[in-house]
């Protein structure tokens, strides 16, 4: 393990950031955090730099096994990259970079040439070799982004982490700075944590998300483990897009069900009302964007919408326009109690479709 | 066609509301330039004017009177100690108020402007209230205090007339306060403390702590973090606050004039001397050291513009 926090518990008068969180990060991988703001995530990610400390007493900080706890930042051997990049303004980019080694203790620095070597060597690495004498203001966004990350990493930290590291750019850069960023990190192999509201990001970018909530961690897993078997409702809202139901009843055997959910992918729309087994929908707004089609409905008896998400071959067979009838069919349904342990069920439509339509009978 | 150019035409003055008004503009062109050359440009023509009315040559004569020359060394005395004192103080309150968290900020920030709220003359009685020999401060306590400085003062006050004398000569002579150079200092510490702290504040607080963050994650020391990013990002506030806090030092009446005593040739700056002269109708002498004052402010001023010039230059 590379970084291990344990029993972090972190509070700002009466606000609770971090409520006894532990994590662990192996080494040479790629964690996300992920959640909302408000839930902890950017806290615990400054602890762990020792940008703060948690609360006297409590938690414990490791670095590749050493207790790093009470280590003030800059010795901790952290590269930590800011939201909105924090680059020396008065500085050039290549004074920006080379400012880690240059403010070490005169025996620990470098020589002059080895310094200049090493920003050259990080400059190529960040593509920007021309850029050197520039200021960050005349930088674009994702370039000073980057000049950030090669001004971290020149003092070879134990650990990156990253802030919110693509929050302040726009769609078309943060996308290609993912990519680069992705092959950058494998390359160099260094063990990475960034922080991140954004889930697609996280699922894209990272070896494990861990999913936090409320100063606690929801879930923590592949980005496969934690989309596809979500641990909490919130989880589940939190990564992708979900329809939503407030169940009504406990039709279903060992579930407590308050919430049910169903993805948008796995909503099946019918031409024609099937008795019992279909929900009877208004067709509200239909759009297609490269292989799906996203279908807007509205179910008839209580105007609960739901979104569907259909293959585009479908949706022209079935030629659905706004305005029009129709109904639809879940493949699979998720059930969480409010109160409790969850427990989560894969349900076939046939069984909680007609719960679903018919109140007397009902989840 | 006509109708044409008569549509452009409004089309092009439409957006701007102000615009369809150029008499409104004027007029308050017309009084805000009105007001300058009445209240500003006038009284400062009229001091040059005085100051020369007998030529050049009484014009210098002015500055030969020993109480004069007295008079500028004292101010210079005053400004060169008070201007360093309040730029370490103005550094330090706003470091603290824009780079922490604390109870009492809001406090401690309006203290800081409590000079500019204050008559200056308040500041001087309390000053004479606190250190005279009747103050509040026991005088063996204040010798204690400010032996130091009155050591230092006193030497610096004697030394064009006396030579460069052993300075512990100093040291056996009572160290007065009030009625002596020390007190002037004090009262104008006082008085211009917030220049420093105002003008770096707000400065500071835009730019975060981000930065500081960041040199500190990359190892640097609390030292090294202040020297190299956070004073180098604030050094165009710092000149201007020193520059302003400079010409208040040298042009402050009230409070120092509480406190001076105004023993001739002694503990006069140069505006209490100006006063002086001018009661005893020695218009031009007061005149001349009155355009040296208003000189110096001219120069402020002129300083201050640059400084906001290359200052945008740099950030364009």
Partial sequence: MSI???NITKTFGAYTALADVSLEVPTGKLVALLGPSGSGKTTLLRIIAGLEFADSGSGRIDFHGQDVTDTPAGKRGVGFVFQHYALFRHMTVAENIAFGLT????KERPAKEKI???VKELLKLIQLEELGGRYP???????????ALARALAVDPKVLLLDEPFGALDARVRKELRRWLRHFQREIGVTTIFVTHDQEEALELADEVVVMNNAKIEQLGTPQQVYDQPASPFVIEFLGNVNRFAALGHPLPGAGGDVLYVRPHDVDIQRDYKGEHGIRVRVEHVFSAGNYGRVALVRTDNHETID???????????????GEEASVVF????????EGKFTERDVVTEDAAPTLTDPGRGI | MAAIVSRLERRSSAPRANADSPLLKWSLLAVASAFLVFFLVLPLAAVFAEAFRRGVEAYFEAFKDPDTAASIRLTLIVAASVVPLNLLFGVAAAWAIAKYEFKGKALLTTFIDLPFAVSPVIAGLVYVLIFSAHGWIPPETQQFLLKPFAVLFGW??????????DPLAYWFEEPKIIFHTTGIVLATIF?????????LIPLMQAQGNDEEYAAVTLGASGWQTFRRVTLPNVKWGLFYGVILCNARAMGEFGAVAVVSGKIRGETTTMPLHIEILYNEYLFVAAFAVASLLALLALVTLVLKSVIEWAHSRRHA
């Fill in chain 1, 4 to 6: 291990v926090a344990r």
């Fill in chain 1, 103 to 106: 403010v070490r203790p005169r």
């Fill in chain 1, 116 to 118: 200049d070597a090493r």
């Fill in chain 1, 137 to 147: 203001a005349q930088l674009s966004g994702g370039q000073r982004q980057r000049v």
């Fill in chain 1, 308 to 322: 569907a998400e259909i293959s585009r071959a479908r949706l022209a067979e079935l030629g659905l326009r706004a």
């Fill in chain 1, 331 to 338: 493949r699979h349904i998720r059930l969480f109690p409010k």
């Fill in chain 2, 156 to 165: 610096l006050a004697a030394m064009p007339a006396f030579g460069w004398l």
């Fill in chain 2, 191 to 199: 008085v211009t403390f917030p220049f420093v702290a105002r003008e």
